[in-house]
């Protein structure tokens, strides 16, 4: 870029995960960025969670990804409003926004990249985890609603206590309701090597009837659950590994006799498609 391009000045704030205050560990996931004197701001968050997962193995990355969905709709539905008090509003206790610092950018796409860069996507030769089970489904399936346009306009964490009774401890990944009919989306890992995979399995298959009646109880609508596992080869579940495959069958046939519909991650970009062209994107 050359030294006569005017640049913007702008300000961004830092959004940290904190598992523990008391211990000051932090993990940065997302910039809130915009111009100096105008209402509007870009908020964006990680794609990736294997930093927070490593600082804590037990935080809930789909309400993360559902707080910046949330934010990204109050920002935009009150372009003029206090954005301290929306912040507030949608950040979690564990959530930590840092001061404002000036910044000068080409523009607020150029800068959201570069500020992205420089703070919250680990390096390129950072060492982190690979993603697996559950969290790698959860991922796949984000992105390629995100490809299609559709994410922000899906439910996330949909509580099964809606539907079924108060205290169902049971989320929903994602789901969104075109015509008639809602369509839930739910990761379920059927890794042999991950011990709640076949649970989580039953846990789905148990829950299908109550869910599919509070459905068409609270929503007059018909309920399409959808589970969404690994390809069967994936995970070596093949003859060569009999038990594997055993383990893998019981999964996918527990959850089909329940009328839940069993897809793979290799199936999402048509799932995707389906939805953008359902929610007319």
Not at 12 to 36: C, D, K, S, T, W
Not at 123 to 147: D, H, K, N
Not at 159 to 165: D, F, G, K, L, Q
Not at 181 to 206: C, N, Q, T, W, Y
Request: net charge negative.
């Amino acid at each position: 870029m050359s030294s006569g391009t005017e640049r913007r000045a702008c300000e961004f704030q830092l959004l940290r995960y904190v598992p523990e205050a008391v211990r000051n560990e932090y993990v940065h996931i997302g910039v809130i960025l915009r111009e100096q004197g105008e209402a509007h701001a870009e908020v964006r968050f990680t794609r990736d969670w294997r930093r927070v997962r490593c600082l804590d193995p037990d935080a809930d990355t789909a309400l993360l990804e559902g707080m910046e969905s949330e934010l990204r709709r109050r920002l935009e539905a009150e372009p003029g409003g206090r954005l301290m008090r929306l912040l507030e509003e949608s950040l979690s206790l564990n959530v930590q926004m840092t001061e404002p610092k000036a910044y000068l950018a080409e523009s607020l796409p150029a800068g959201m990249e570069e500020l992205m860069r420089l703070y919250v996507e680990p390096p390129p030769r950072e060492r982190v985890p690979r993603l697996s089970g559950r969290a790698a489904i959860q991922s796949r399936m984000r992105a390629e609603f995100e490809r299609a346009g559709v994410w922000d306009l899906m439910r996330k964490r949909i509580a099964a206590s809606e539907y079924t009774r108060p205290g169902d401890p049971l989320r929903i990944d994602a789901g969104y309701r075109p015509n008639g009919v809602v369509r839930m989306f739910h990761a379920v890992s059927l890794d042999p090597g991950i011990a709640s995979g076949a649970e989580m399995a039953k846990v789905l298959a148990f829950s299908a009837a109550g869910l599919r009646a509070g459905v068409e109880r609270v929503e007059k609508a018909d309920l399409e659950l959808t589970a969404l596992v690994e390809p069967a080869a994936r995970l070596g579940a093949t003859d060569a590994e009999p038990e594997r495959l055993e383990m893998y069958r019981f999964g996918v046939e527990t959850m089909e006799e329940h009328q839940i519909r069993v897809l793979t991650t290799s199936d999402l970009e048509r799932v995707a498609e389906t939805a953008r062209r359902e929610l007319r994107v």
